[in-house]
């Protein structure tokens, strides 16, 4: 399915921390080891959370437990291989497992952008239709918003990928990064077809990119405008506050991320370039959960709630 007798690369060589200085990638290993574990337990905690508490069975919190799997399988599908190439002097990556890379973090990472898609209807659902919310937000509803987000994901997942492991590869097999991303492959592509593949990725993503965002705009013109409306400040305050946390995240969100693929070619070195990269691989799945949970305050009292359970439990 993806094209291995096209290639006659069997394997690549991920080259994105090999132009540090060596005394650095132990300090490196050590600060994105404590951020995974902290992105892991961030997100696994909102999902308990969301789970044992019974007030939290709302859309808002059920598709905040969507998000939190999201970032749990793209980090995963990312970062230990990362650590794991910042301790070994053996980089190389089969074809296979660069395909699987891609694709496995591809589908998460695009599901995320559609599931704070998701979650802006939900917000303008809630503020703009309050009487409207149980039929449009139905658990029914909510849980093909779900699904519907994962088949988005998956199907740019299987897109990109397979058309990116059709091209032949032919020549170099390092790979300017610390995974299997889409331009530094193209690089090592060869084919009259590679600019028109080239063309077509990069249009499939920024149209998903951008088409999510704009509606994220969209549902966020409407909210304000009826916030705007409500005669008292509290009630201003007390519904623009259950909008801060998703606002903040899509804010951080697609930042790095036009960052990341609108940046002009070239304008980076390429230890800048992994850096940069950074951003939407380590640090934005970090940030994520502690701005769910610090800028929520529901959502904060739940989690005191299970911290304490679970440390009641332990003293028992």
């Not at 951020?35 to 598709?63: C, K, Q």
């Not at 032949?168 to 090592?188: M, R, T």
């Not at 002009?264 to 640090?283: D, F």
Request: hydrophobic share 50%.
């Amino acid at each position: 399915m993806l094209g291995l007798n096209y290639t006659s690369v069997s394997e690549f060589i991920l080259i994105g921390f090999s132009t540090f200085p060596q005394h650095l990638l132990p300090v490196f290993f050590l600060l994105f080891l404590l951020m995974y574990l902290f992105t892991l337990l961030g997100n696994l905690l909102i999902m308990a959370t969301v789970w044992s508490e019974r007030s939290l069975h709302t859309p808002m919190y059920l598709l905040l437990c969507a998000l939190s799997i999201s970032e749990v399988l793209y980090t995963f599908t990312i970062i230990p291989r990362m650590l794991a190439d910042l301790l070994s002097t053996d980089r190389s990556i089969s074809f296979t497992a660069c395909a699987s890379q891609m694709f496995f973090s591809f589908t998460p990472g695009f599901t995320h952008s559609f599931l704070l898609t998701v979650m802006g209807y939900d917000r303008y659902v809630a503020i703009c239709h309050p009487l409207r919310y149980n039929v449009l937000m139905s658990p029914r509803g909510c849980a093909c918003l779900v699904a519907w987000s994962w088949v988005g994901g998956l199907f740019i997942g299987l897109l990109v990928t397979s058309a990116i492991f059709h091209l032949p590869f032919c020549g170099l097999s390092e790979v300017h990064h610390f995974l299997c991303h889409v331009p530094p492959l193209l690089k090592l592509a060869c084919g009259n077809n590679v600019p028109g593949v080239a063309l077509g990725v990069g249009v499939v993503c920024i149209t998903a990119l951008l088409g999510c965002f704009l509606l994220i705009l969209l549902s966020y013109a409407f909210i304000v405008s009826t916030i705007l409306r409500i005669p008292s400040t509290e009630g201003r305050h007390k519904a623009f506050s259950t909008c801060a946390s998703h606002l903040t995240v899509v804010v951080v969100h697609y930042s790095f991320a036009s960052v990341i693929y609108l940046k002009p070619k070239g304008l980076y070195s390429e230890e800048g370039n992994t850096l940069m990269a950074i951003t939407y691989t380590v640090l934005t799945p970090f940030l994520s959960p502690i701005i769910f949970s610090l800028r929520n305050k529901e959502l904060k009292i739940a989690i005191k709630k299970t911290f304490l359970r679970i440390w009641q439990d332990d003293q028992q």
